[in-house]
Structures are given as C-alpha cells and as structure tokens.
C-alpha cells in the first residue's frame, strides 16, 4: 500500500503487497539447528513496510483534504512535518522494545499487528472525520459550519495525521526486521531487490488509483476520492498482515537477546540505541552515513517534482507570485507532473526488475530464476559478464541522480523536465535496494558468526539497528525542509522564478557527497 498512505516520509507509505520468490537449494544450511529459518519466497509474503516511496498525486490528494477542511497551506506543510519526527523518535523505540520482547508470539508480530490496527483506524477516522464530527454536532443541536465546529474537525485531523505517523513506525520496522531475521544471509540482497519491486508496484498502482474515479467504482457509498484511496489502503494493510503473520514462522530468540529490564524506561531505550550504533557492524555504521546524505538530496526531488514538471506546462511568470514554497499550479500542471512521476515509478520498478543482471552480489552462490532462464535459452552471454558490485553500483546511481538535477541548468520544457524525471527513475531504484541489501547480509552474517561462537549474549537486535537506519533517514529529511525553505525565500528575495529548480540542484550537491561516502564501501 505504499501508493496509498498519505503522510510523507518521503511521502512515506508502506507497501503492503504479497509476493512470492524461487525457492533456491540449500536454503536452510545456516540454521544451525536453530527453527525453522524461513526462505526469502516465504518472507517476501509479507507487506513491505517500507518508508521510501514516491506518490505526488495521493499526497496532493491528502494536502487538498486537509486544505478543504480549513487548515492553511502553510500549516498544511507543518502537519507533514510529522512523519519524519515520527521516523527519527518511534520507530528506534520500537526497534529497542521488539529486540526485549519476550512475547510468546514473537518479537516482531505483535508490533506489526498493533501498527497495522492503528494504521487501519488512523486511516479510516483521518477520511471520514468531517462527517463523523458533524454528525456529533447536529446530534447536540450544533452548527456544524461554525468557526468553532470547523476548528474542532481541523484539530482531530490533525490528531489522526499524528496517529497515523506513528502507527506506520512498528509496522516498518518489524517488516524490515522480519526480512532480516528469517532470510539467509546469501539471500538478503535478492529479499532487498524484491521488496523494492514491491515498492515500484505500489507506487504504480498508487498513480492508478490517483488517475482513476474511484467514486465511480464505489457509486453507491457516496465516498470522495481521499474516502476510497484510504478504505483501499485498509483493505490492504489487514489481508497482507494477516497473511504475513500467518504465514512467517518467526525465529525464536527469547534466549538470544540480553533483556536487563523487561520494562525499560527512555534513558535505558536511549542507552541501548548508543551501544547498537556503536557496536553494531562498521558496513552498517557507513550505509547510514550514506544515507543521511543520500535523503538530504532526494527529499527536494520526491517533494518537488510534481511541481517542477508543471512549472514548465504553465506561464513561467506565474511563479513569482509564490511566497513561502512553490507555486500553487492548476489542475492539468498537476497532471502533467503526475504523469511524469508515473515515467518516474515505471522506470523504477523496470531497473528493480533488472537488478539480478546489472549488479553483482558476493554473497550469491545460486542463479535467479531470470538467470537460469537466459541460460537455458542459450543467452548465457547476458548473464556471464563483468558487473558492479552493491557498493559500486549504488555510488554510480548517486552520481547519475546528481547529473540529472544538475541538467534543471539546462531543461526548458516540459518534455526535458519529464525526460530528467524518468532518468531519475534509475537511482531510485537503488535507493529502494542497495542499502537494505547491504544491511541485511551485514546483520545476516553477524548473527551466524555470533552463533558459532555460542556467546549470543552479544548479538545486536535487528530491531535496533532498523530504527537507527530510520533516523539517518529521517532526520536529514527535516534539515532538507528547512533548508529549501531557505531557497526558496532566497529565490524569491532577489526575484527568481527559478526556487523549484535550484532546491532540485541543492539535492544534486548532497548525492555528491552520498556518492563519496558510498565509494568508501568495499564490496
């Protein structure tokens, strides 16, 4: 469902989609008399709770629901704010907590359950809120268009937005804990390339439901737009749980992580997440230092693009007229930026799809499904040839990413503007892979060694580790909003109609840097 949650981290949503992998042999050789350590065909079952997504459309979508019940744009913008706080100081809770837990139904499902059914009432409550308030109020003979009764529908959607933010958190850790834990680690980079094909799914589909009329579909239930996107999301969020969790056997490790309190308080969570971050493996240390860079640049993009697109479909003099942000843009610039993200998303998820034959994994001792075909059909020539491998090729689509924002020196049309957005298509799709292959086989492969040695009193949590990613990237995401504040007051200042642009270009100087840093990662 990462095309249908509304709130951004990156615009986040979490993509809740049930797919399925090839079984490869020897699947189970590093269990180690360990449970059953389930294969990447059956985890990949499981919805993807990821944070990185690209959906201009639902998220415009979300804003105009907000802008219609009478909040203004500007605090419109302040509302977002809440999913990357929510990212920086939910989810490393809930890593820590699901580490210590002792459930007997698991570490990491009831964390998920919970942020499912949260996610599900945030949902639902967010899109009917303004009918449910105004029922309240006539209830108690009140004037629903009142200031007062206008405020309160406005406070409790905020309330919701809130909700909903940190709903998604347990349920995006666990997910990706999940796929960490019950993975081998000479799978970890293809359960990677699969969840972010699942991603790229979602966000089409997200593009679809967006251009369609879904009130059409659903005639007789009177529901707007925003009313359907999130009955859908719901839908998906509880089918794809529930089969997840029905389906996974978690690993047990009630044995396996030292639990010095079984109630711990904020000091001790923050003493836990200081000794994973500086315990946890080097590799990992350096992909988060990467990431913080890498989101610093990719948040003007995400958020922006919609409108750098439509910025060259209307009169470029209407620009001027923005104050604190981007010029609002007419329904058809929307669309015409929307379809040019769908390019985007398309791109994307084909360079995902690909990903078995342009990158090389060291950890990979089986050929892919696609691989064996190609070598069947007597074109083993596009399967044996020298490839980049996670590291390399992830430095290589930063410095792509940062070519094309700095091309905005040179587009002047709607159609090169598209055209740099369906390039920009490449690098995300190794946004959505690279690090969190990275990451697992890290994990993956600590834990093993751990194993052998039987002291599993220092194994680092998954859990942990997972909400430490989030916060380097998160946290960066907040600094990008100020600083393209800053641009575009600045763009304005001296009476440019170029802000969009140039916050674009700025994103182009951080993937330098994220470029950089990835390049000090060995293969």
Known sequence: MSMLLNAPEAEQRATLLGHELEPTEDENDENDGDP??????????????????????????????????????????????????????????????????????????????????????????????????HAFIKVFRGDPQSSASRSLVVVIAVFWIYALNISIQPLQGGIRAFIVENCPAHQQSQASAWASRMVGFGNLVGYISGFSALPRMFLFTGMTQFQALCLIASLSVIITVILSCSWITEQSRRQTLPVSQKHPGLAEISR?????????????????????????????????????????????????????????LSPDAIRIGTSANLLFAIVALLTNIGLPLLVRDSKKDYDTWLERRLSSRGLSRFVNYPRLGIPR?????????????????????????????????????????????????????????????????????????VGIHNIATSFPQIIAAVICSGIFWLAQAVGSDEGTAWVLRAGGCAALGAAYLTSKLKD
């Open 36 to 133: 059953r350590e389930t294969s990447v065909h059956d985890t990949l079952l499981l919805p993807d709770g990821d944070d990185e997504g690209d959906d201009d459309d639902n998220n415009h979508e979300a804003s105009q629901f907000l802008v219609s019940l009478g909040l203004s744009k500007s605090l419109t913008a302040l509302v977002w704010i809440a999913a990357p706080l929510c990212g920086v100081v939910i989810q490393p809770l809930a890593g820590v907590l699901s580490d210590r837990s002792q459930s007997r139904w698991g570490q990491r499902r009831p964390f998920i359950v919970a942020g499912a059914l949260g996610i599900t009432v945030s949902m639902l409550a967010l899109s009917w809120v303004q009918e449910v308030i």
């Open 272 to 328: 836990d997440l200081i000794r994973t971050y500086r315990h946890m493996p080097v590799k990992i240390q350096k992909v988060c230092h990467v990431q913080f860079c890498a989101w610093m640049g990719w948040f003007p993009f995400l958020f922006y693009s919609t409108t750098y697109v439509g910025e060259h479909y209307k009169d470029p003099a209407a620009a001027r007229h923005s104050s604190m942000g981007p010029h609002p």
């Open 393 to 465: 090729a992830w430095t290589c689509a930063h410095v792509l990413y940062a070519l094309t924002m700095f091309a905005t020196f040179f587009v002047t049309s709607q159609v090169g503007a598209t055209v740099l957005i369906g390039i920009a298509g490449l690098s995300w799709a190794f946004m959505l892979w690279a690090p969190f292959a990275i990451i697992g086989e890290e994990i993956s492969t600590r834990h093993l060694s751990v194993r052998a040695d039987g002291d599993r009193s220092t194994e680092t949590g998954a859990g942990a580790i």
